[in-house]
């Protein structure tokens, strides 16, 4: 398993397939998250928030459980640990958490803290596209495109880059253009 002392970095590297210009509150914002969440600050500060964070993501609470998982990425107050962040996360995640289910996916697809599958880590990006998130939609169409996790299918990397591009994401929008040169024929063959 790979170790990495902070969480931006661990998600950096650990989203081989995913560009970078992604920001927290835009995941949050485009998945219509709710104003609580995306204004709570996610690294915690002291170890009485720390106990406090713990009690509730013991108790089942998705966002606390998603902030504990990043405690265990940097090592804040407990021994960094990429199984238990990578539980925590999963715990999150099945309660539909769209950041959890995220970085789920990304652990997944780089083997941090879970034995590497490109099957669950497609899964759980496909739940966060299916919401929306341009990001997400993008890497679907890097992993039909290079049948990671998913069977190889051109025609269904090119709808999820449209999906993505529709929402402004460059790098969709780069990959289709990329496309249509490669294909030598006009533009109308990587539209709609």
Not at 14 to 34: E, K, N, P, R, Y
Not at 83 to 103: C, D, G, I, P
Not at 123 to 149: C, I, P, T
Request: net charge positive; with cysteine; glycine share 8%.
């Amino acid at each position: 398993m790979q170790r990495i002392g902070k969480w931006g970095l661990r998600v950096g590297l650990a989203c081989i397939f995913i560009m970078a210009g992604m920001a927290s509150s835009t995941v949050l914002a485009q998945a219509g998250a709710g104003k609580q969440q995306q204004a709570q600050p996610l690294s915690i500060k002291t170890r009485s928030e720390f106990e406090t964070i713990r009690k509730q993501a013991e108790a089942g609470d998705a966002q606390s459980q998603y902030r504990l998982s990043i405690a265990y990425a940097e090592g804040k107050f407990v021994r960094s640990d990429d199984k238990v962040m990578v539980h925590w996360l999963e715990k999150a995640a099945e309660q539909n958490h769209t950041e959890a289910q995220f970085y789920l996916s990304a652990m997944y697809a780089k083997g941090i803290g879970v034995k590497q599958d490109y099957t669950q880590a497609a899964n759980w990006m496909r739940k966060v596209a299916d919401k929306g998130l341009e990001m997400a939609q993008f890497n679907m169409g890097n992993m039909y495109e290079s049948g990671m996790g998913v069977p190889k299918d051109q025609k269904q990397a090119i709808a999820w880059y449209r999906k993505a591009a529709a929402q402004g994401n460059p790098y969709a929008k780069k990959r289709l253009e990329e496309l249509k040169a490669a294909s030598g024929k006009p533009a109308t063959s990587v539209r709609k």
